[in-house]
């Protein structure tokens, strides 16, 4: 029996899909196809950045390190970093990180645990989860934010969703809540089943589109435990 045609089909934004395509390639080979179709877009909000006063940075996600960067050249402050990716994005632009374990719980965990001496700035997108710098601040931890991008909504393209509907077997992974509402809203009233890997509970709890082949949640938020959920649904589909 031969194996069934699969299709992996992206929808973070542009630069975000095109490496993980690679990563994906790189563990599965060249023998799954990747298809490319954003349903949003990372843009810069240009709002002034002050370090006064600021004792350490809070990034929840690379895209807040790569604005921040453009925008301000202070380096010599202390990182806490959301999870791996976004520290070695911080480390990249010359900053020192503390690493939390992919999730705001976490995060707000290990700052409380051992607090700075001083004021906090917490640098994120408008979309932003886990209310960091309020409950940072109720802790005791002053804590300020600036908004330095936004993710806008893209609509999920023809292409993307006449892509889904005619694959054998469409993986779809959904990193984020507002990436799954989005896809699920791009397939209303779609005949599509794809097979889903979601990052968390949270995503899983997002996705209101057509009842998937099979859904897969990740065992932590990182692009690894993706990855893992993702073999798991190509093991699955190559069984039959």
Not at 171 to 200: E, I, N, Y
Request: charged share 20%.
């Amino acid at each position: 029996m031969s194996s069934p045609r699969i299709t992996l089909i992206l929808t973070r934004p542009k630069a975000q899909s095109a490496r993980f395509a690679s990563q994906f390639a790189m563990r599965f080979g060249d023998a799954i196809p990747a298809a490319i179709f954003p349903v949003m877009e990372i843009v810069p909000t240009d709002a002034p950045i002050s370090v006064d006063g600021i004792a350490g940075l809070i990034f929840s996600s690379e895209n807040g390190v790569a604005a921040f960067t453009r925008s301000c050249g202070a380096r010599d402050l202390p990182a806490w970093c959301v999870g791996a990716r976004t520290a070695a994005a911080a480390r990249r632009a010359g900053m020192e990180t503390r690493t939390g374990q992919g999730n705001a719980e976490d995060l707000i965990a290990r700052i409380t645990a051992n607090p700075p001496e001083g004021r906090l700035l917490h640098v994120h997108g408008v979309h932003s989860r886990g209310a960091i710098a309020p409950r940072l601040t109720a802790a005791g931890i002053p804590t300020g934010e600036v908004v330095v991008y936004d993710q806008i909504a893209r609509p999920l393209p023809p292409e993307g969703r006449a892509t889904l509907e005619a694959a054998e077997i469409a993986l779809l992974p959904l990193f984020s809540p507002r990436s799954a509402a989005l896809v699920s809203k791009g397939l209303a009233g779609s005949d599509a089943h794809p097979w889903v890997a979601t990052m968390s509970a949270a995503v899983t709890d997002r996705w209101a589109g057509p009842v998937p082949a099979r859904l897969e949640q990740a065992k932590n938020p990182s692009a690894a435990s993706m990855m893992d959920a993702l073999a798991n649904l190509i093991d699955a589909a190559r069984a039959g």
